[in-house]
């Protein structure tokens, strides 16, 4: 475990001994993984925009079949 710690404060500096070093790659890494979080919820906004933008696309045809279906049953 505290390997693996260590694995990740060394990615970008190699001085693990000073606290500061530890400090400033751990910020660095939470900044990362906000952006990445920040990325993560754009993506989502934008597929649910697109799984929207899907149903307008379709929904004029199924309103139109269930108009015509509930103004003349006779046709069915």
């Known amino acids: 475990m505290k390997r693996k710690e260590e694995h990740l404060f060394t990615r970008h500096k190699v001085t693990v001994d000073s ?21 993560g919820l754009r993506w989502a906004h934008e597929r649910n925009h697109h799984r929207q933008a899907q149903v307008h696309l379709t929904d004029p045809m199924t309103t139109q079949q269930n108009s015509k279906q509930k103004k003349n049953p006779r046709l069915l």
């Open 19 to 39: 606290d500061q070093a530890k400090t400033t790659n751990r910020t660095r890494m939470i900044s990362v993984t906000s952006k990445t979080v920040e990325f």
